[in-house]
């Protein structure tokens, strides 16, 4: 009875204040639920490109001796490979390589792992390098050189490419950490039956099964890796020993848990800070009633209404408030996906929320006589009466040197499950905080012992009433200090979001960039330089020498560059050269022809010093002396972090045949790079590498560490400036509508628009230019911690902040607009006929 | 006696000045007796009511209501002291801004553990509101609102009713019935403390108590 | 010399079956010099009508004119309110500073002025207060020193001396009287208390709504 009554007065006559507060606890509400929503589409799209990436689930390889009567799981076919010695065309031969035997479905039900090229795959097929080796075509005759056998003859009928071939050659069983095996040179596949005439009983024969799973896994890709590599195992156990599985999906969904692992990361980081200040916020939209609150809180006491009835009252408001909140919010968040489990995760969020902060300013002792209404006094806050402003701030410092370095995502060995080091965001978390309490001392100085100062400051707004208008500024210390704390922390938090975005979105870039080589990379052609510059679209092309050589046993990668012009076209970046520039590397190279720059790893590894001889040996054996002269940390095209870097013209001279191959970085005059990538493929034929960035940035986008922030970065970023209009404007409006009286009196006074607007522009000022300042200074220095604090997110690391100019100007013009407007909805108001405002108090 | 209230002080501190409001005031009300306290503006008459009902403790001395000290009590316990035996009127903002004048009513009633429509309509009637029933707060001229605000003090038939100003905006007529009202109240063994300026209230007191500067006189 | 002149005029608040008539068919004028007691019985309608005097609200019909005032009555008419109007967050000097410094006088002087007002109603020493921490009565003398201070053509003050104690009602009126005098200021009070109306030469009457002149 008592509850409904006072419920019915709140929804007739307070509606709008209720549904501010309900739009706090909305936003409150929407944040964790969209991005919940985010992340497990997220997660569900990472395990499904894990099981599209993958050509072959499972090779099941029957071991030495063994064979495999195990029935195989889902969709298997039989392949079996084995060595030969050679092939060899009339006029050209090649060195050994593999023959596979494919059943004649193969490519139907594993559609990944062979792209046909030219010909048909009826018969024997050639892999791309081995015909562009033996200058072989479909309908060639090839010899097969088999070991330990008379040589036998197969037509070709095809070339085919073989996207996955380290898959499939891999060594299935290897440790775990075991160099990966190079794909052989030369593949040769043949029908199945034909493999059999021609290999059965080989010594080097071996049989696989190829498994295709069903692929219903679980979303997530840590709890789909789990299951596959279960499941392998229990494959493994079953067989007893007569076979081994090689399991690509379940290394694949190893990788993209790591992906998942990392957003969740990114989820944790963006999320929270975000549902904080919608609770900051939300607790100052719920305070700024405080005034009449406590005269209606003072009113009830007199009619002796225990704590027990304010609790009742201010529950029933509150899950009004809660529900209305909840339902907007929840509304707000289905825009991005189905909520479901995350929208009850969101709402219980909200209801805490709503509690936290509804609930204490409906409680707070209620010592009020009615008619004394609450004017702010000077005393500052407990928090910075104890210095926990500067306590934070140290403590961030602290723990930031203490945790950098450390690996943020940790896969323990031999274990399935992986973990975050959620530690590493306490630093930027107390820096945050810390800061927000700093902004909030600031101000608080500012407009109590800085009272003259401020009346200086308004004495261009407020002419002769500046010292009144610092007095009544002064006076509600309390709610305009947080008001600017709550806007800058938002700014801060969109700043900071934004540069993160900014350098993240530069970084996978750069690691497109790194991939790739340059806009179109091309190998594996016999054109000339001047004929692939003249394609339309080509402004640079840039030759790259490719090929092997050993490094005592170890066989690396080996680049040959052009000193001269290479800088230009290839995008090199300093941060490949540590401790030098790419400029200061490059030059080393000039300076001398036979300088060699070397990984780290290796440098380590000899004990190199600069100006140290170093032999490298080719693939046929050939012996080449370089000296060593710098370290090389990532290179274009690059695969592994082990590799050599030379100049091309050195390899040229020292090693002309056994060298490698050349590759063409393309620059191209602004045209799309896959558009350019295609006249080149039209021009070059089908034997011919073409690689374009926008590929690659797609490919590297979506494999490793590179979790799509698109979408999420979307929700934040929107989000974050939902927060930074609701700080600045709904705060300063909610605080002028808490002081109409206060205007209605002026104006009953005489006070004309003009003189009104001193006292709102001025603090509309205050707060903007607070929270403008304050805030940017606040994100810059938690946008640079969270940066070193997420290095292991970006690979390779960024030589700088990218300043996210975009969202600053959008922020700016936010600004520009809200602040204003506020400051005008205060003023319309102020218009309204005084005395009713009057007589409604 | 209702209500014994003895060596009350009451000092309040803002920065470096205090005011003493309250220096040793002592104050007592039986059950049908009209207390009138006079005294001049600024002379603590506001602060010896809000002690008086615990609305606020003094920081000296102690209030018995009913025999049951009130001062310096827990405030749930206190709140239940009020619910059930004072009725507060204040010098001004008496009413629930969200609530018309006869649901402010009802809500008294409803803290007070006693609804009774019956009362009311009898309440509003006395004090010349029906017409006004349903008006909200704002709609109310000061001498309705002054009116409104009494008939909400004395809606749960208090045992000690305690008034600031009561009359200060009526006119003479409505002045005679509101202290007819409150003389019926104490026939009802209602103890009557009224701190008033006005002539007519005094001449009407059993008694009237004198303040000047935090002291009686 | 009419400072202000109403002609036929009536008040509505609200429309339709809610609609109530606060005030109608008056039709009044008050010259320079002219001090006058307001009396009526509650809600008879006397906020009301002191309110569109002040020019502070308008009239459902009729017309009200400010002649001497050049039709502009904001910053020439000096208003105590019935009920608390003292701005929240300024102290009881710099409430009464307030119109001056709207007015368009120097900082220093509005503050020397207010000053003397307070110390003219007996409130000298709560300069420094905040409206929350004084008591009713000191909180209306501070809203009448907010009216002294100013130099109003007309002054209009509803139930000034509700929180007063008689002597110092008295006081507080005759301080009214003695300014507009000063300022050959037109003057009206509304009371209900038939002392202060004495004290007054003229006497209108409220009656539902109606005025007997
Ligand atoms: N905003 C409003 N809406 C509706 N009715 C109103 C409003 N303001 C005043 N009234 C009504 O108009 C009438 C006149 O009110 P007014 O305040 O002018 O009376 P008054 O003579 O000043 O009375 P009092 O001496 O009690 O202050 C009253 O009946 C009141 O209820
Ligand atoms: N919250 C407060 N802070 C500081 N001083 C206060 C506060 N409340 C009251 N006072 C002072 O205490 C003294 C007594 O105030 P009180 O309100 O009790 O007076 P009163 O007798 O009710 O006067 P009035 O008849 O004018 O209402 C006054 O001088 C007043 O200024
Ligand atoms: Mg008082
Ligand atoms: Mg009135």
Redesign the interface.
């Given at each position: 009875m008592l509850t409904w009554l006072w419920l019915y007065g709140l929804l007739t006559r307070r509606g709008a204040r209720l549904a501010v507060a309900a739009a706090g606890i909305a936003l409150a509400v929407a944040l964790p639920a969209a991005l919940g929503v985010f992340l497990s589409s997220a997660k569900t799209t990472m395990t499904a490109r894990s099981v599209e990436r993958v050509a072959v689930d499972w090779q099941v390889e029957a071991q030495p001796g063994a064979s495999i009567t195990t029935p195989m799981p889902g969709t298997f076919r039989e392949v079996d490979f084995a060595a030969f010695d050679g092939l060899s065309t009339p006029t050209i031969d090649t060195g050994p390589g593999r023959a596979l035997g494919l059943p004649a479905d193969y490519a139907d039900v594993f559609p990944g792992q062979t792209r046909l090229l030219a010909g048909d795959a009826t018969g024997a097929l050639l892999a791309q390098q081995t015909a562009a080796n033996l200058h072989a075509e479909p309908g060639t005759t090839v010899t097969v050189h088999r070991r330990g056998r008379p040589d036998a003859e197969v037509t070709v009928s095809g070339v085919v490419e073989l996207p996955e071939a380290d898959a499939l050659f891999q060594r299935v069983g290897a440790p775990a950490g075991a160099q990966p095996q190079a794909p052989p040179d030369n593949v040769l596949i043949l029908p199945a039956a034909r493999w059999h005439q021609l290999f059965d009983g080989s010594a080097t024969a071996r049989t696989q099964f190829h498994v295709r799973l069903d692929h219903q896994l679980p979303p997530d890709p840590a709890d789909a890796y789990i299951k596959v590599t279960g499941a392998a195992r229990n494959l493994e156990v079953r067989m007893a020993g007569s076979g081994l599985v090689g399991d690509n999906l379940g290394a694949a969904l190893g990788a993209a848990r790591e992906d998942a692992l990392y957003s969740q990361l990114l989820f944790v980081f963006l999320g929270v800070p975000g549902v904080v200040l919608a609770v900051l916020l939300t607790a100052s939209v719920a305070r700024s009633g405080a005034?009449r609150r406590a005269s209606e809180q003072a009113l009830l006491r007199a009619r002796g209404a225990t704590p027990a009835v304010f609790l009742r009252l201010a529950l029933a408001e509150t899950l009004i408030v809660w529900a209305a909140g909840t339902l907007a919010g929840l509304g707000l968040a289905a825009l991005t996906g189905p909520v479901g489990g995350w929208g009850a995760v969101s709402a219980a969020l909200g209801l805490v929320v709503t509690c936290a902060t509804v609930l204490p300013s409906a409680l707070r002792p209620g010592s009020v006589i009615t008619?004394?209404?609450?004017?702010t006094t000077g005393r500052p806050p407990a928090a910075l009466r104890f210095w926990l402003d500067f306590v934070l701030i140290a403590a961030a410092l602290v723990l930031f040197r203490l945790t950098t370095g450390h690996q943020l995502v940790l896969v323990p060995e031999g274990l399935t499950q992986i973990s975050v080091d959620y530690w590493a965001f306490a630093a930027p978390a107390l820096l945050w905080a810390g800061l927000g309490l700093l902004v909030w001392r600031l101000v608080l100085l500012l407009v109590g012992p800085g009272r003259g100062l401020l009346a200086r400051l308004a004495a261009p707004l407020a002419g002769?009433?500046s010292?009144?208008v610092a007095?009544?500024i002064a006076?509600?210390a309390g709610p305009i200090g947080r008001g600017v704390t709550v806007a800058a922390l938002a700014v801060a938090f969109v700043l900071s979001t934004a540069t993160f975005n900014a350098t993240y979105r530069q970084q996978a870039n750069v690691d497109a960039v790194l991939t790739n080589g340059a806009d179109v990379t091309v190998t594996r052609t016999t054109a000339t330089e001047g004929r692939l510059a003249g394609v339309p679209g080509v402004s640079a092309v840039e030759p790259l020498q490719h090929g092997f050589a050993y490094v005592g046993s170890d066989l690396q990668d080996l680049y040959g560059l052009r000193a001269g012009t290479v800088l230009s076209a290839a995008r090199l970046q300093d941060a490949y050269f540590p401790g030098d520039t790419a400029a200061g590397a490059v030059g080393k190279l000039a300076a001398r022809p036979d300088a060699l720059l070397v990984s780290q790893e290796t440098v380590t590894d000899f004990q190199l010093r600069p100006g140290d001889l170093v032999r490298l040996r080719t693939q046929d054996g050939q012996v080449v002396p370089f000296h060593y002269a710098g370290v090389v940390a990532e290179f274009p095209t690059a695969p592994r972090d082990s590799f050599l870097v030379a100049n091309a013209s050195y390899l040229a001279s020292a090693c002309p045949r056994s060298c490698g191959s050349t590759t063409f970085l393309v620059s191209t005059d602004g045209t799309a790079p896959h558009v350019v990538a295609a006249r080149l493929r039209d021009r070059l034929g089908p034997s011919a590498g073409i690689s374009d960035l926008d590929t690659t940035r797609r490919i590297v986008g979506s494999s490793l560490t590179a979790v799509d922030l698109g979408g999420l970065s979307a929700i934040e970023l929107g989000y974050g400036l939902a927060l930074v209009v609701a700080a600045t404007g709904l705060l300063l409006v909610l605080g002028f509508a808490e002081?109409r009286?206060?205007f209605a009196?002026?104006r009953?006074?005489?006070?004309?628009p003009r003189?009104l607007g001193a006292f709102i522009w001025t603090e509309v000022a205050l707060v903007g230019l607070g929270a403008a300042l304050l805030g940017t200074a606040a994100g810059w220095a938690v946008a640079r911690m969270l940066v070193a604090v997420l290095t292991g997110v970006f690979d390779p690391p960024p030589d700088q902040l990218a300043i996210p100019w975009g969202h600053l100007a959008v922020l700016a013009g936010l600004g520009l607009v809200v602040l204003p407007a506020a400051g005008l909805i205060a003023l319309r108001a102020a218009r309204r006929?005084?005395?009713t405002v009057?007589r409604d108090l | 006696m209702i209500l014994q209230a003895e060596e009350l002080y009451r000092f309040?501190r803002?920065g470096e000045e205090e005011?003493r409001a309250l220096r040793g005031v002592s104050l007592t009300a039986g059950a049908g007796e009209v207390v009138a306290i006079?005294?001049?503006?600024?002379s603590g008459?506001?602060t010896l009511l809000n002690c008086v009902t615990g609305l606020d403790d003094p920081d000296g001395g102690s209030v018995r209501i009913a025999g049951r000290r009130i001062s310096h009590l827990p405030e749930a316990e206190k709140a239940r002291l009020r619910s059930r035996l004072v009725g507060v009127l204040f010098?001004?903002?008496n009413l629930v801004g969200h609530l018309t004048v006869a649901r402010n009513l009802r809500l008294a009633q409803a803290l007070g553990g006693r609804p009774d429509r019956a009362y009311l309509d009898e309440l509003l009637d006395r004090l010349d509101l029906v017409g006004l029933r349903d008006a909200w707060p704002s709609?109310l001229?000061?001498?309705?609102a002054?009116?409104a605000g009494l008939a909400v003090a004395l809606a749960c038939r208090p045992a000690l009713l305690v008034a600031?100003?009561p009359t200060?905006?009526?006119?003479?007529?409505?002045?005679a019935s509101v202290l007819d009202l409150i003389r019926d109240q104490a026939r009802e063994k209602t103890a009557v403390v009224i701190a008033s300026?006005s002539?007519a209230v005094r001449n009407r007191a059993d008694r009237v108590v004198e303040l000047a500067d935090g002291r009686l006189v | 010399m009419t400072v202000v002149a109403c002609q036929d005029v009536a008040r509505t608040?609200?429309r339709g079956h809610k609609a109530?008539v606060a005030v109608h068919g008056i039709s009044c004028g008050l010259g320079r010099g002219d001090h006058v007691a307001l009396?009526?019985?509650?809600?008879s309608g006397?906020?009301t009508l002191l309110?569109l005097l002040?020019g502070?609200?308008r009239p459902t019909t009729g017309t009200i004119a400010w002649p001497d005032l050049d039709d502009e009555p904001?910053?020439h008419?000096g208003?105590v309110?019935?009920?608390?109007?003292?701005?929240?967050?300024?102290?009881a000097a710099?409430n009464v500073?307030?119109?001056l410094?709207?007015?368009?006088?120097?900082?220093a002087d509005a503050r020397l002025r207010a000053l003397a007002a307070l110390d003219a109603v007996g409130v000298g020493d709560l300069a420094a207060?905040?409206p929350?921490?004084l008591?009713?009565?000191?909180a209306?003398?501070v809203a009448v020193a907010?009216v002294l201070a100013g130099s109003p053509q007309l002054i209009i003050a509803?139930?000034p001396t509700?929180?007063?104690?008689?002597?110092?009602?008295v006081r507080v009126v005759e301080l009214l009287v003695t300014v507009a005098e000063e300022l050959h200021a037109a003057l009206v009070i509304a009371t209900?208390d038939?002392r202060i109306a004495q004290l007054l030469p003229v006497h209108w009457r409220m009656r539902d709504g109606g005025l007997t002149c």
């Open positions: 005034v008619g004394r209404a609450p004017v002769g009433l010292g009144t007095a009544s006076r509600q002081r009286r206060t009196l002026a009953v006074l005489g006070a004309r003189q006929p005084p005395l009057l | 309040y803002s005011t006079s005294g001049p503006s600024g008459k506001s010098q001004s903002g709609a001229s000061g001498g309705e002054a009116r600031d100003e200060g905006e009526l006119d003479a007529g409505s002045e300026h002539a | 608040y609200g109530v009396t009526g019985p509650s809600g006397k906020t309110h002040a502070l609200d904001r910053g008419v208003v309110f019935q009920g608390p109007s003292l701005l929240p967050p300024l102290d710099e500073a307030l119109p410094l709207i007015a368009g006088q120097p900082a207060k905040l929350q921490e008591s009713g009565g000191q209306q003398r907010r509803d139930e509700a929180q007063l104690d008689a002597p110092l009602a209900h038939a």
